[in-house]
């Protein structure tokens, strides 16, 4: 996980740009184009489904690998839309988010897709949401109203950059403008919750994961999230880092965010207090993960990998066989390897430990 806001401009501008002289054709409404060697185009997120990877990119684009990333064949797909993440609680169903407010769903593993939301249908249903309760005065529906007055304002164009799933029911996405969407019913209905998250400033919101029984939604400006359970309600934690954060990933014991200039911070107390760890790069990180031995891995805009110990105190480079900008990384069982997604393409990387 997860690549950064930069990156999914730089896949947009290169996608836009060979599109100049076609006519226009509204992504949300054209399927997409069926592609030669699928494995080079850009993509910009991978999960696990089960045993098979899925990979999500530019121009609607979804692929499939069922033999660890070797090859990869392309899902039908609905949209144009540029594809910003993926995720899969199961290994049959999965979801899909990205640009013009698109929301996929699949049941069979990635194979086939259908649209549950976009942008069209989101503007004014959540507007209508929030409604009476604005009209009545109610001062977080009205700060609600408004921020969604800002979202929707050019047209149903701004992207959900990331996508969590706790099971197959219950999941949240998070994107530009602070906008926080969720559902309990596996979205077959959506609901807006930006009554449901401290987030005065409106900061986009670039990453959302969950790190042990915690989930975390990593912002803007230094903002980080969690998931206060009883209540339904996002917190805003505090850290000393004033840029933006791009993910989030840990275990029980730790939690790493990563961001802008290869910032990196860990709390070893559930998000009560964070450090700054000194990275050996500084390009921006747009990918993380712990690894199953323990370690875990950060991928940079540099095509640069960086493989920390086990309580991510200390990070060494390592080169990978594919540099790229990387934007999602997902490790294999074997803690030896891994999945990388980036601007070209997947592949599949080796990985040399990291003395204890």
């Known amino acids: 996980m997860k690549y950064s806001i930069g990156a999914a401009l730089i896949a947009v501008l290169a996608s836009t740009s060979s599109l100049a002289a076609e006519p226009f054709h509204d992504p949300l409404d054209t399927p997409a184009k069926r592609q030669t060697q699928v494995e080079s185009r850009p993509m910009l997120d991978v999960a696990v489904a089960g045993d098979r990877w899925v990979a999500v990119g530019m121009r609607g684009l979804i692929e499939t690998s069922d033999d660890q990333g070797q090859h990869w064949v392309q899902s039908d797909s609905p949209v144009q839309s540029d594809l910003l993440a993926v995720c899969f609680p199961s290994a049959s169903k999965g979801w899909v988010v990205g640009h013009d407010g698109v929301i996929l ?58 996508v969590w799933f706790d099971d197959d029911r219950s999941g949240y996405a998070v994107g530009s403008y602070g906008i926080l969407a969720g559902t309990q019913d596996g979205g077959k209905t959506w609901q807006p919750l ?78 009560q207090s964070w450090q700054k760890v000194e990275a050996p ?76």
């Open 194 to 271: 930006l009554d449901r998250i401290d987030n005065d400033e409106k900061v986009n919101l670039n990453a959302i994961h969950a790190v042990g029984s915690e989930l975390y939604i990593a912002g803007e400006q230094g903002h980080v999230f969690k998931l206060d359970r009883e209540t339904g309600r996002f917190r805003d934690i505090k850290t000393e880092y004033g840029g933006s954060f791009f993910g989030v990933t840990g275990d029980d014991s730790v939690v790493l965010l990563y961001g802008l200039r290869g910032t990196v911070y860990r709390s070893a107390d559930h998000g």
């Open 281 to 356: 790069s500084q390009a921006t990180l747009n990918a993380g993960a712990r690894l199953p031995n323990g370690q875990f891995v950060l991928a940079n805009s540099a095509g640069q990998l960086l493989i920390g110990d086990v309580q991510a105190t200390r990070f060494e480079l390592v080169k990978p066989d594919k540099p790229m900008t990387f934007t999602s990384v997902q490790p294999l069982k074997d803690a030896k390897s891994l999945i990388a997604a980036g601007l070209g393409g997947v592949s599949l990387e080796s990985l040399p430990a990291v003395t204890q």
């Open 105 to 162: 769903h699949s049941e069979d593993g990635g194979k086939t897709w259908v649209r549950q939301l976009d942008g069209r249908v989101a503007g004014p249903a959540f507007k209508e949401y929030y409604r009476a309760a604005a009209a009545s005065g109610d001062a977080q529906a009205v700060a609600a109203t408004e921020l969604l007055e800002l979202n929707y304002k050019a047209g149903p164009s701004l992207p959900y950059l990331d």
